[in-house]
């Protein structure tokens, strides 16, 4: 079962370069604006995973460049949950115009499971993500 949430946006024009293109940092943005979209259509998101009792800081990222991002471009942010035995979150993303399906980007993230109480990595699937991972049929009941 693949789970995606995707988002709508234009460029800004504070998020550009005096040449018009979207600053390379804010693809990084976009991606957390991802993620954020995901967290909140499938209740995996930041306050609901500390609210279990753990952080989930990014440990890795990249990003792949395709074609340059100019001001009042629409872009759709894509992110895909990349289902994983690992303690981990993984998510896939691309960035492209929804209207043209020109390929802006593509990146990875990956978040590990922090205990919020002394920031102890938790190396097995914590029980309230196993649940979650159960009622999306990636895991059986």
Not at 42 to 49: E, F
Request: hydrophobic share 40%; with cysteine.
């Amino acid at each position: 079962m693949k789970l995606t949430c995707e988002r709508d946006i234009h460029v800004r024009f504070n998020e550009v370069d005096s040449l018009g293109i979207l600053w390379h940092g804010h693809f990084i943005k976009y991606f957390e604006d991802g993620r954020e979209a995901f967290g909140a259509k499938y209740n995996l998101g930041y306050m609901d995973v500390f609210s279990e009792g753990y952080v989930i800081p990014l440990v890795d990222m990249d990003c792949s460049f395709k074609v340059p991002i100019k001001y009042g471009d629409k872009v759709r942010i894509e992110a895909t949950f990349v289902d994983t035995p690992a303690a981990k979150i993984i998510f896939d993303y691309k960035l492209y115009n929804p209207d043209t399906n020109q390929l802006y980007a593509t990146g990875r993230t990956v978040q590990v499971f922090l205990t919020k109480e002394d920031n102890q990595l938790h190396i097995t699937l914590p029980e309230f993500y196993i649940e979650w991972k159960k009622k999306r049929g990636l895991l059986p009941e």
